[in-house]
């Protein structure tokens, strides 16, 4: 081989190699995403088949029934690799009722969840349901802890108990889009122009202005009576101590049914007190109650799920169940404090630590 049919193979080798690398590769399915809104869950890449996204879809609604479900851009693949679908209903569920702004994100290397909550329970009960459908892939947790008061004001109503016969995704629906609102009546950059005419007196050349006064009072003799009338008090009337002694209270987390942090302590230290004088013996009554922050559906279903949770976990701590009387009550805050009360009837002779010395 010569020189020149040497260095002409070595130039075609070259360049074979470059376009070789310059194909790209083949992109894999797009992941699987479930995204949690205010008043809808929208499902988007690519699962398995279209059951499967019936039967996520069924589960989210069965749970939390106030939410719409919209297909943003789903594909059905069947060599997708999806984990046992029971698992995954569970885990999507779990984020629908225990995180605000929820996302849940699948494919074949990584699993992500994010969203708010405040309560540092979540992360760890989201992690347990999410370990059994890991398997390879790496986990990825974008959840966000923030105060109780932080998170967004969303009315939820869950389910009264009622599952819906058929769920069926439309494939040619997409994101919905928002429906806008404008009351009725003057809009008011009209009633801004209005307001400042009228305030122009060279508008108005044959009106002459009105002076204008003070505004005063005129104390005619019968206000002066009523007011003679009047008795000012400052003494302050206490509140008769409650004949109920307070434990606790248990706390869970907003709009959920996990506990706060450091309420698993709470409740184990519990039992040695019930059992103390003078206490041994005595009824105990657990109240769970019922705050007017969402629909009253969600309110009432949310606190007796707490207040189940509350019995559970006392029992577990060593307390007879025969001790217990659960009960509910509607309270007018409309923050959810996720507050369940633990009272014991005081003895007539007992006073609290917190009262006054007769």
Not at 182 to 191: D, R, V
Request: net charge negative.
């Amino acid at each position: 081989m010569s020189s020149f049919q040497f260095r002409h193979l070595v130039i075609v080798i070259t360049i074979l190699g470059t376009l070789q690398m310059a194909v790209p590769e083949e992109a894999g399915p797009e992941p699987f995403v479930i995204e949690f809104f205010q008043t809808k869950a929208a499902f988007s890449g690519s699962i398995d088949s279209k059951a499967s996204a019936d039967a996520l879809a069924a589960a989210i609604v069965s749970a939390r029934p106030d939410l719409n479900i919209v297909n943003t851009g789903m594909e059905f693949d069947p060599g997708v690799s999806m984990p046992e679908l029971k698992l995954l209903k569970s885990l999507v569920v779990e984020i629908a009722l225990s995180t605000t702004e929820g996302v849940f994100e699948i494919s074949d290397d990584s699993l992500l969840i994010g969203g708010l909550t405040d309560s540092v329970v979540t992360a760890s009960v989201l992690r347990l349901r999410a370990n059994p459908i890991l398997g390879e892939r790496r986990f990825r947790e974008q959840l966000c802890l923030v105060p109780t008061e932080d998170l967004p004001e969303i009315p939820i109503l869950l389910s009264t108990g009622e599952s819906r016969k058929s769920f069926s995704f439309d494939l040619e629906l997409k994101l919905k889009e928002e429906v806008t609102f404008e009351p009725p009546g003057i809009i008011l950059t009209k009633i801004l122009d209005l307001i400042e005419g009228t305030a122009d007196p060279s508008l108005y050349p044959n009106i002459a202005p009105v002076p204008s006064a003070p505004v005063s009072m005129v104390e005619t003799p019968a206000l002066v009576e009523a007011k003679s009338q009047l008795e000012v008090t400052t003494e302050v009337i206490p509140e008769p101590p409650s004949p109920y002694e307070r434990f606790g209270p248990v706390l869970y987390a907003r709009n959920g049914i996990v506990l706060q942090e450091g309420q698993k302590e709470l409740i184990t230290s519990l039992p040695e007190v019930f059992q103390s004088d003078p206490w041994t013996g005595r009824p105990i009554i657990v109240r769970s109650l019922i705050y007017q922050s969402g629909s009253e559906t969600f309110s009432t279903w949310i606190s007796e799920r707490r207040l189940a949770e509350t019995v559970r976990h006392l029992t577990e701590a060593g307390v007879g169940a025969e001790r217990l009387a659960p009960e509910t009550l509607v309270t007018t805050d409309r923050i959810d404090k996720g507050e369940v009360q633990l009272l014991i009837l005081k003895p007539q002779d007992y006073i609290s630590p917190s009262e006054p010395t007769r």
